[in-house]
């Protein structure tokens, strides 16, 4: 994955979404249908938007390139620090 394509993915999914729910992007044993199912109840996503924070999400971290979106989000100016601060521990 490319430069271009990690950032437009990371606009797709939104990085407060991708910190939030690194985890479940992350693991594999998580079906893409329950962490759809997961992100329309929790946090009030619809059907298209969960599936595709989902996909690109997944699509991150199996590029290899979860550490450089991390990295990214840390140096960010989010709204919420403690999320900038998750990104930054998350990317050690």
Do not use: P, W
């Not at 690109?56 to 550490?67: D, P, T």
């Amino acid at each position: 994955m490319e430069d271009h394509q990690l950032s437009k993915s990371l606009q797709s999914i939104g990085k407060s979404c991708f910190v939030k729910n690194f985890e479940l992007f992350s693991d594999a044993a998580i079906s893409d249908l329950d962490a759809m199912q997961f992100l329309m109840d929790d946090q009030g996503y619809e059907q298209t938007g969960a599936r595709t924070r989902v996909r690109e999400g997944r699509r991150i971290i199996e590029s290899g390139r979860a550490k450089d979106a991390l990295k990214i989000i840390a140096d960010a100016r989010l709204e919420d620090s403690t999320l900038a601060d998750k990104a930054y521990r998350l990317s050690l």
